[in-house]
Structure formats: C-alpha cells, structure tokens
Nanobody, 118 residues
C-alpha cells in the first residue's frame, strides 16, 4: 500500500526557513509526478510545487525564488526547502503523488502544519 509521510513542519518567524520532507513507500518516483500542496484556513488547497517523473519542476508564482522542490530517488523522499517565509505561507502542507494512468492514481499524505509568525 502506498504511504506518504510528511515531516518538518513547525513554527518559524517571518524571513526564516523550513525544510519539509515526504517519505514515500511503494512508489517508483520516475513513474509519478510528486507535488506539495497547501491549504490555509478558509481557503482551497493549492499547488505549491511539483516535480515530474522526468525531473521537471514547476512552482506557484507566490513561491518562485523562495521555495525549492527536490527528490532523492534512492531514498524515496521528496523535500521542499522554504526560504524567506512569509505569514501568508502559513498552512497545512501536503505531499501528493500522481500517476497519470487509467484509472489515475492519486495519493496524499496526512499533512504537516507550517506556521509563520513573530
């Protein structure tokens, strides 16, 4: 059974940094698009960053230049390095794995809270 487990969330001051990790089991990274989503209170879940099976990355405009998505295929982990954090980045961050097959496969982690506050 596929499992995605996030870690690394917490409380950080504005301007600070955090690194989120997602440990994946039973996923072949080269066959999945991995992504980080976030959901702030009262808002819809939104895509933060993604990395395709071929390694192509994509970022939301709001995080470009501040966040970096990466993966370690050998360790089956994905990370999100978040720098210059702003209060608007406060949200629950979710790890996601998608495989565009028929039927499609779509897996989610349980989420990790990131709070940016002074």
């Amino acid at each position: 059974q596929v499992q995605l487990v996030e870690s690394g969330g917490g409380l950080v001051q504005p301007g600070g940094s955090l690194r989120l990790s997602c440990a994946a089991s039973r996923i072949i990274f080269s066959s999945y698009t991995m992504a980080w989503y976030r959901q702030a209170p009262g808002k819809q879940r939104e895509l933060v960053a993604s990395i395709t099976g071929g390694g192509t990355t994509n970022y939301a405009d709001t995080v470009k230049g501040r966040f970096t998505i990466s993966r370690d295929i050998a360790k089956s982990t994905m990370s999100l390095q978040m720098n210059s954090l702003e209060p608007e980045d406060t949200a629950v961050y979710y790890c996601n794995a998608k495989q565009f097959t028929f039927p499609p496969r779509d897996y989610w982690g349980q989420g990790t809270q990131v709070t940016v506050s002074s």
